[in-house]
Structure formats: structure tokens, C-alpha cells
């Protein structure tokens, strides 16, 4: 007799695997946390982007700090954050921002934001502005801006970094191919450029990829060395997890080996610094990525 192989049900091939087990946000600290957020009206991506970390994170005292509301022009198919047309622009919200990061005595910390097309200036001055404050209210704070796509405003771009942050990001999120798919108000070229440009005005560059959205091997390491190309020096890599059944599925779920062996791979390609790991988010360990 013939014996068939064992296809697995949809249900047990779509089973987050035992290495993807987080542990509920709890305790005093991230309490605390928790509190000050709440009170000084702030959006944190911890929250608007469902991280498996904010319990880690949080416990620890700290927190990723989303800036310029949480309703973004962009529709990426990967993420959690609200779609639509923002009515926030809140010219105080720096002054917030820097006010609860000295509450938090916050060593370091991580700003990002939603994407502003609709504005001229794509959000820079409040980026500058934020950055600027939380440098005159707490000096030994070194700070990190995961800026979104500028759109090819580089004079927004030089505005967003020049404030005197430590680490410039702009995550690629995925490889080239799938593009069109994941994120498509943007252009992988476009994005790759926007790095370069970081890049050349002196700033320390950093970027993420996620795995399991059905790309391969050879596209990652390609897009690993268009990265080192263009001028990156700190490269994060993490699990997508899909937020609802609205987003893009989860194709493959990566082994924490492949992840080791992809980290070996960035780091021979010249990148100065690789996270790799399913768990690992932008700002997960960013505080390592100021002195590469």
C-alpha cells in the first residue's frame, strides 16, 4: 500500500509556533508607563501597532513614542495602524512628548509616526520640533527617529533628521518583489534613496525587514546588499505577524536558525550591526544601536 503524505489542516499550518510565545504586558513599571501615556494623551506604536514586545519593553520603563496622530494616508497591507485621512495636527505635542520622557527618565528613546502625505512638508517640523525639545529637556537622553517615506521630499527629509537624533531609520519592510503588495503608496527604490540621502548628511542609518510574506531567501540577501549599497549600518529583522484577517496573511513562519543564519549573512555583506530574530521589532534593543 501506498502511503500518502500528511498534508497539514489550514488551521495547524497557519498555528503560531511555541517560539512566538510572548508574555502579557504586567507589572508596576509597566504601570507606570502605561499611566503617563495615558495622561499626557500620547500614541505609542507599542500599542497602535500590536508589538509582542510592549510587555518587555514597557516593563522596563520605556516606551516607542508615535507622533503626529494615529490615523496614516498610507494603506500598507501589513499593518495595524488606523487608514484614512488624519484631522490631528497638534503643534503642542512635542512639548508633551519631551515633557513625559523626562517623567519616564527615559535613556533612550524611540520616536516614529504615521505617514502625513496630505501635508506640505510631510510632518517635519513637528519631527524636528519633537526632537529638539526632548534634547533641551532631557540632554543625556539619545533618541532614535524611525521616519516614514518622505515621498521624495528631501528638503522634508533633511528637516526630520537634523535635529540632532543619534539613529535615522526607515524601514524597507519587505523585498522588492512584493512591493506592490505590502506597501503599495511606496517604491522600493524610492526607499532605498531616501537611506542613501540619510546616509550621505552623516547620520547613523538603520532599517527593518520582515520574514514570512512569501519572500525567498536569494530576494532577502539581495535586498541585504542593496541596503549595504545605499549606505545602511543597522539592519533589524523580525516574524510579520498578521494584526487581523483584513491584513496580509502570514505565509511562512521563519525558524529562529534561519533567522541566526540570515543575521551571519547581513553582517558578511558589511551591514555594522544585525538584530535577527522572530520576536525582534525596530525599536526592540535600540538602545544598542546608538554607539555601532
Given at each position: 500500500m501506498i502511503e500518502l503524505p500528511?498534508?497539514?489542516?489550514?488551521?495547524?499550518?497557519?498555528?503560531?509556533?511555541?517560539?512566538?510565545?510572548?508574555?502579557?504586558?504586567?507589572?508596576?513599571?509597566?504601570?507606570?508607563?502605561?499611566?503617563?501615556?495615558?495622561e499626557h494623551k500620547l500614541h505609542t506604536i507599542c500599542e497602535s501597532g500590536n508589538c509582542p514586545n510592549m510587555g518587555e519593553c514597557w516593563g522596563a520603563g520605556t516606551a516607542t513614542f508615535m507622533i503626529l496622530g494615529n490615523v496614516c494616508t498610507r494603506s500598507c497591507t501589513f499593518c495595524a495602524v488606523a487608514t484614512g485621512r488624519p484631522n490631528e495636527y497638534d503643534t503642542d505635542e512635542p512639548r508633551r512628548v519631551a515633557e513625559a520622557i523626562v517623567l519616564m527618565k527615559v535613556k533612550h528613546a524611540v520616536l516614529t509616526s504615521v505617514n502625513r502625505d496630505e501635508l506640505k512638508d510631510r510632518?517635519?517640523?513637528?519631527?524636528?520640533?519633537?526632537?529638539?525639545?526632548?534634547?533641551?529637556?532631557?540632554?543625556?537622553?539619545?533618541?532614535?527617529?524611525?521616519?516614514?517615506?518622505?515621498?521624495?521630499?528631501?528638503?522634508?527629509?533633511?528637516?526630520?533628521?537634523?535635529?540632532?537624533?543619534?539613529?535615522?531609520?526607515?524601514?524597507m519592510e519587505t523585498v522588492e518583489r512584493l512591493y506592490?503588495?505590502?506597501?503599495?503608496?511606496?517604491?522600493?527604490?524610492?526607499?532605498?534613496?531616501?537611506?542613501?540621502?540619510?546616509?550621505?548628511?552623516?547620520?547613523?542609518?538603520?532599517?527593518?525587514?520582515?520574514?514570512?510574506?512569501?519572500?525567498?531567501?536569494?530576494?532577502?540577501?539581495?535586498?541585504?546588499?542593496?541596503?549595504?549599497?545605499?549606505?545602511?549600518?543597522i539592519l533589524t529583522l523580525g516574524q510579520y505577524l498578521q494584526p487581523t484577517k483584513m491584513h496580509h496573511e502570514v505565509i511562512e513562519w521563519i525558524h529562529?536558525?534561519?533567522?541566526?543564519m540570515?543575521?551571519?549573512?547581513?553582517?558578511?555583506?558589511?551591514?555594522?550591526?544585525?538584530?535577527?530574530?522572530?520576536l525582534v521589532r525596530s525599536s526592540y534593543h535600540a538602545e544598542k544601536h546608538v554607539n555601532v
Amino acid at each position: 500500500m501506498i502511503e500518502l503524505p500528511v498534508i497539514p489542516s489550514e488551521q495547524q499550518r497557519k498555528k503560531r509556533p511555541d517560539w512566538l510565545r510572548v508574555k502579557l504586558p504586567i507589572g508596576p513599571e509597566y504601570a507606570k508607563v502605561r499611566k503617563l501615556v495615558d495622561e499626557h494623551k500620547l500614541h505609542t506604536i507599542c500599542e497602535s501597532g500590536n508589538c509582542p514586545n510592549m510587555g518587555e519593553c514597557w516593563g522596563a520603563g520605556t516606551a516607542t513614542f508615535m507622533i503626529l496622530g494615529n490615523v496614516c494616508t498610507r494603506s500598507c497591507t501589513f499593518c495595524a495602524v488606523a487608514t484614512g485621512r488624519p484631522n490631528e495636527y497638534d503643534t503642542d505635542e512635542p512639548r508633551r512628548v519631551a515633557e513625559a520622557i523626562v517623567l519616564m527618565k527615559v535613556k533612550h528613546a524611540v520616536l516614529t509616526s504615521v505617514n502625513r502625505d496630505e501635508l506640505k512638508d510631510r510632518g517635519a517640523e513637528i519631527w524636528y520640533q519633537t526632537v529638539r525639545l526632548i534634547k533641551e529637556a532631557s540632554p543625556t537622553t539619545t533618541i532614535e527617529t524611525l521616519i516614514p517615506d518622505t515621498k521624495g521630499n528631501w528638503e522634508a527629509l533633511e528637516r526630520m533628521i537634523s535635529a540632532g537624533q543619534e539613529v535615522v531609520s526607515h524601514n524597507m519592510e519587505t523585498v522588492e518583489r512584493l512591493y506592490r503588495r505590502v506597501r503599495p503608496q511606496a517604491r522600493y527604490e524610492r526607499s532605498l534613496e531616501q537611506i542613501r540621502r540619510t546616509k550621505e548628511y552623516g547620520q547613523r542609518t538603520k532599517s527593518g525587514i520582515m520574514l514570512g510574506l512569501g519572500e525567498t531567501k536569494d530576494e532577502v540577501v539581495k535586498a541585504m546588499d542593496d541596503l549595504a549599497a545605499n549606505g545602511l549600518d543597522i539592519l533589524t529583522l523580525g516574524q510579520y505577524l498578521q494584526p487581523t484577517k483584513m491584513h496580509h496573511e502570514v505565509i511562512e513562519w521563519i525558524h529562529p536558525e534561519t533567522f541566526a543564519m540570515y543575521r551571519e549573512e547581513g553582517l558578511m555583506r558589511g551591514l555594522k550591526y544585525v538584530e535577527s530574530g522572530p520576536l525582534v521589532r525596530s525599536s526592540y534593543h535600540a538602545e544598542k544601536h546608538v554607539n555601532v
